[in-house]
């Protein structure tokens, strides 16, 4: 089975490493097209896979196609490859704010669809991954786009309408994990520790934090009583946070990103 890229950015660079690392396809099942040469050299030289210069010869041979372009782009692409996709083709799509409908009026005949939304940390093969998909998409299409998906981090199905909020959860929260690893980190500056350290503590105790919440299944309220001694240190920090509407903020924030998904 032959697994087509359009697109060899980042996100389909995670894609392609998470295959490769859990033998869901080898290096010779695998093709891909890319804008620039530049782009197609990288991505030859890092993972040994067929690259082209065409989009219409990687939609043609493809038995699974992955649209991994921006989109923006989007319906430029599709419109120079789509009479060369194969009936039978697995379309999967990860651009933003396409839906299954927009995919099937731009293709223009009935295809299987898939539509994802994965976050950065697939780049480190810890991503998550929101998985819908349209009524030709067979038992069989939908469990191997799953474990696709999962290669990387894990996948899970949802239901479209549930897609934007899916891409505040997991798509856009990275960011704002970031800024509060940076804002730890900041802290822990002006409290006297060297900034490359400060970083690392930050970011470790963020993650060591995730995996309690992921591998113990406990409630994330209940991990943060763990932590909170009467009297102690930690409590004291969680009653400024809550002052300051911490909780709220976040909320607000996710929801605002919500909106603006569904207006795009």
Not at 111 to 124: F, K
Not at 162 to 180: H, R, T
């Amino acid at each position: 089975m032959k697994i087509g890229f359009i697109g060899l950015g980042n996100m389909a660079r995670a894609i392609i490493g998470g295959m490769l690392r859990e033998g869901i396809a080898s290096r010779e099942d695998i093709l891909g097209s890319a804008k620039t040469q530049k782009t197609r050299d990288a991505v030859k030289a890092e993972y040994g896979i067929d690259v082209r210069p065409a989009n219409r010869v990687v939609a043609e041979e493809a038995d699974v196609l992955i649209l991994a372009v921006k989109p923006q782009f989007l319906a430029d692409v599709i419109g120079e490859m789509k009479d060369t996709v194969k009936e039978d083709t697995l379309v999967i799509s990860i651009a933003a704010g396409k839906s299954l409908s927009w995919l099937a009026e731009a293709f223009g005949r009935p295809l299987a669809l898939v539509r994802c939304m994965p976050n950065t940390p697939a780049l480190v093969g810890e991503g998550c991954t929101g998985v819908c998909v349209n009524e030709r998409v067979t038992e069989e299409q939908q469990s191997y786009s799953l474990r696709l998906m999962g290669s990387f981090g894990r996948a899970s199905l949802v239901e479209e309408r549930l897609i934007d909020a899916v891409g505040a959860v997991s798509g856009s929260s990275p960011a704002y994990v970031f800024m509060f690893i940076e804002a730890m980190a900041d802290a822990g500056v002006a409290a006297g520790m060297p900034r490359a350290q400060a970083y690392e503590f930050a970011a470790q105790a963020v993650l060591g934090s995730a995996k309690l919440v992921l591998e113990t299944g406990r409630h994330p309220g209940e991990l943060k009583d763990m932590v909170c001694s009467p009297g102690g240190t930690t409590i004291e920090g969680v009653k400024i946070l809550e002052e300051d509407g911490f909780r709220g903020t976040v909320m607000n924030a996710l929801l605002a990103t919500v909106e603006k998904s569904r207006r795009l």
